[in-house]
């Protein structure tokens, strides 16, 4: 009975929320007034944890006890959710150095900014 409302009810609902609070970064973040290279890795970032969301939410039945789908569409979500997943974990890291960069030594990070354009910095 836990099981059922920890891993299923709980799971589905913040992955719902997730999902929607990502569609809405996601437009903000795609403006063209948002284009520098932190907002960019924060759109990346965003795309993951929607992969991420909707690879949980794809395998939320099969806890649930509902097997829907053939079982190798189970198995290749749940490689989908480890690939988002370990993709979030160096975006977050990378959004982490460009920050430092920028923050501890801006001139450095200015110049280089400036010499090659963000693009490649992404």
């Known amino acids: 009975r ?5 891993s ?6 913040s992955a719902c929320v997730g999902v929607a609070g990502n569609l809405l970064s996601i437009i903000v973040l795609s403006e063209k007034s948002m ?23 794809a395998m939320s039945p099969i806890v649930l006890h509902y097997y829907l789908y ?4 189970y ?3 749940e490689c989908v959710c480890h690939v988002a997943l370990a993709t979030s974990i160096f975006l977050t890291t990378s ?15 200015q110049y280089r900014l400036a010499r090659t ?6």
């Open 70 to 73: 053939p079982a190798h569409l």
């Open 8 to 13: 299923g009810v709980a799971t589905i609902t």
């Open 35 to 57: 284009t520098s290279v932190f907002n960019h890795l924060l759109l990346s970032l965003c795309l993951s944890d929607l992969v991420f969301l909707l690879a949980t939410l």
């Open 95 to 109: 959004l982490t150095i460009e920050r430092h960069q920028a923050v501890c030594v801006p001139h450095s990070y």
């Open 75 to 77: 198995h290749a979500s």
């Open 2 to 6: 836990i099981m059922f409302w920890c």
């Open 117 to 122: 354009g963000h693009k490649l910095l992404i």
